[in-house]
């Protein structure tokens, strides 16, 4: 069975500096896909970025970037220049998809930002 | 820009009732999920929907959950006999045929007193 592993229950970081928040997954499969979604305190969950595994270049989405290894199953994402607003639970999410397209997801990092 | 969208936003019930959490996927969208996340833990799927069936299910997921698509809009899950372990967050998620990125509603608070 695919897992998820979230091992920084909490991280923060100052306004405009960068972080970067880890992600292991383990699996057999060797298509699938990655994401990263946010989760502020309205609770809505929002997603931040995707992976394809196929793909060696890493994704961007202005200041979140991912650093995909997929020989080591990591899945990494990077904030640059961290805002007030990027204080939220961010959850890494992994989709197998060979004979589904449900969800896996880790157990969150709770990240906040300091002025 | 077009969003899932998810009433009611908080449900309180007693044990044994039945609810309805009710979601409206985006609008060209295909491909329908349920998620819960109880208070604290992570995120675990539920149903995903497709072609008006289901597709996969999870352990969670049992006789006591049911999903519908009643018209060409709605999405509905359907707790038929609440449990106090049934308190969480239960989110709605859909997608289209072109890409595996599913948009989250903004959840439903249910909780069972």
């Known amino acids: 069975a695919q897992t998820v592993t979230q091992s920084q229950p909490e991280m923060s970081v100052q306004e405009a500096e960068t972080v970067t928040l880890s992600c292991t997954y383990d699996?057999?499969?060797?298509?699938?896909?990655l994401f990263w979604y946010k989760q502020p305190p309205s609770r809505q969950m929002i997603l931040v970025i995707r992976?394809?595994?196929?793909?060696?270049q890493n994704a961007t989405e202005n200041r979140f970037s991912v650093n995909f290894q997929k020989a080591a199953k990591s899945f990494s994402l990077k904030i640059s220049d961290s805002q007030l607003g990027d204080t939220a639970m961010y959850f890494c999410?992994?989709?197998?998809?060979?004979?589904?397209?449900?969800?896996?997801f880790g157990t969150g990092t709770r990240l906040q930002v300091f002025p | 820009e077009p969003e899932v969208t998810q009433t009611p936003s908080h449900q309180v019930t007693q044990m044994g009732q039945e609810v309805i959490l009710r979601c409206v996927p985006i609008?060209?969208?295909?491909?329908f999920y349920w998620y819960r996340q109880i208070l604290g833990q992570k995120v675990e799927f539920l149903v995903s929907?497709?072609?008006?069936?289901?597709?996969?299910k999870s352990e969670i997921f049992d006789d006591q959950f049911s999903v519908e698509r009643p018209d060409g809009s709605n999405f509905t899950l359907k707790i038929r006999s609440t449990k106090l372990e049934d308190s969480a967050m239960y989110f709605c998620?859909?997608?289209?045929?072109?890409?595996?990125?599913?948009?989250f509603g903004p959840g439903t608070r249910l909780t069972v007193t």
């Open positions: 998620a859909s997608r289209d045929r072109n890409t595996y990125e599913q948009y």
């Open positions: 699996t057999s499969e060797s298509n699938y896909y």
């Open positions: 992976q394809e595994a196929y793909k060696q």
């Open positions: 999410a992994f989709m197998n998809l060979y004979n589904t397209d449900k969800l896996i």
């Open positions: 609008s060209n969208h295909l491909y």
């Open positions: 929907f497709y072609n008006n069936e289901i597709s996969e």
